[in-house]
Every structure is written in C-alpha cells, then in structure tokens.
C-alpha cells in the first residue's frame, strides 16, 4: 500500500520562528511536490523535485525554501515564519515512469502562525 | 485566469440524487484530465483521470471531457452520504506538474 506521510497534523509557531515540514514516501518515486491549500484559492505548487539535490520554484515559492538529500524525503522550510502562511500543506509525490497522472497526497499539515 | 477553473459551490443534494461536478480549462494542450476526492482533514486521493476527450466510468462515477469547450465534469450517480468530499479537477501540463481547480465541497444529506 503506498503511503506518504507527513511529520506533523498539527503545528503552531510563532511569528519569525523557522518551520521545518518534513515529507517521506515509501514508493520509491522520483517526482515529490510541496502544495498549499486555503479556501478559494485550492492547491497552490510552492516547490517540486524531480530526483535527489534538485528542486524547482512552483507558483508560490516566495517566503519557503525546500531540501531533497535523500529520495524519499522531501523537507519544507519557512525561513521566517508569517501570519498569510497559515494554511494546510499538503506532500504529494509520484513517478513519471508510472501513472505520471497520479500524485500521492500525504494527510496533510495544519500550521497556524501566530 | 486561472488555468483550470472550478466553482467551490458549496453543493447540497439528497441522497440518491445525481451530482453533476465541472471543471473549465484554458489550455488546450492539456490532455490528461484527474479528478481527486478529499474527505475532511485528509490529504487528496484520485478518484479518475481521462486521457484526451470521451467519457470513463468507474461504478457510480463517470468523467467526461469534451476538449472542444475545454469542459471537465464528473458525475455521480444515486449519491451516498459518504461521497460527501470536496472534489477537485485537475490537467497535467506535461511538464509534470499538475494544475488544481479550486474544488467543490459536496455534501449528500441522508
């Protein structure tokens, strides 16, 4: 059964504090993305890897870096936290040798930022 | 514009009743079409996907694209309370990257 999980379901930080979000799957796949979602707006793409020490900026990259040492984990950092990254973030991570229309989403991260 | 538009609804319907989900697209070099279902305080799962126009049924469940209005719907039918999800439609842009609609919060009531 594929899985990917998330660190945290819940997390609340402070204003200007460093927030680490870390993402692993366990499918062996190349493709790993780091998504937001709020209401209205749906799922926003704010970094993508395609294989190990590479990432890509997606359509929201301002404010969040990421890191790929290792194929199965993909980490999410938020350099200087804010109160507008509030949200639900959401890993997903796929295979472009199989199904490529197919991400696999974790549960999820609920941050609140105070 | 967004590239792939969705009306957020919310959507109430009886149970039993056919739901009619849709999705509009801009570019009409997309040619894979997803629809993922998203139960509450879960992560998105895919549901369908169709490649270029036509229709594909799966039980209850029927997507259907028509690439000449740039048009994604899903449909549902003899609805359950436990289909009550908020959907989302997508497209590959090739690129590997898929572009989200904002999703349609559904809810079947007994």
């Known amino acids: 059964d594929v899985k990917v999980t998330q660190s945290s379901r819940y997390l609340v930080k402070r204003t200007g504090e460093k927030v680490f979000l870390e993402c692993v799957q366990d499918?062996?796949?190349?493709?790993m993305f780091w998504y937001r979602q709020d209401p209205g707006l749906g799922l926003r793409l704010i970094y993508f890897s395609y294989d190990v020490k590479m990432k890509e900026k997606g359509d929201i990259p301002e404010g969040y870096s990421v890191s790929r040492e290792k194929k199965e984990r993909f980490s999410l950092i938020l350099e200087s936290a804010s109160t507008n990254q509030t949200s639900m973030y959401l890993c997903a991570s796929s295979s472009p040798h199989r199904s490529r229309e197919t991400q696999y989403f974790g549960p999820g991260t609920r941050l609140l930022v105070l | 514009q967004k590239e792939v538009e969705q009306d957020p609804g919310p959507l109430s319907v009886p149970e039993g009743a056919i739901v009619s989900l849709n999705c509009t697209y801009s570019n009409s070099a997309f040619q894979y079409f997803m629809w993922y279902r998203q139960y509450s305080r879960k992560g998105p799962e895919l549901l369908m996907y169709t490649y270029s126009s036509g229709n594909k049924e799966d039980g209850r469940f029927t997507a259907q694209v028509d690439k000449s209005s740039k048009y994604i719907s899903l449909f549902i039918r003899d609805s359950q309370p436990s289909d009550s999800a908020t959907y989302l439609c997508?497209?590959?842009?090739?690129?590997?990257?898929?572009?989200f609609g904002q999703g349609t919060e559904l809810s079947v009531k007994p």
């Open positions: 499918m062996d796949h190349e493709n």
């Open positions: 997508a497209s590959d842009n090739q690129g590997g990257k898929l572009i």
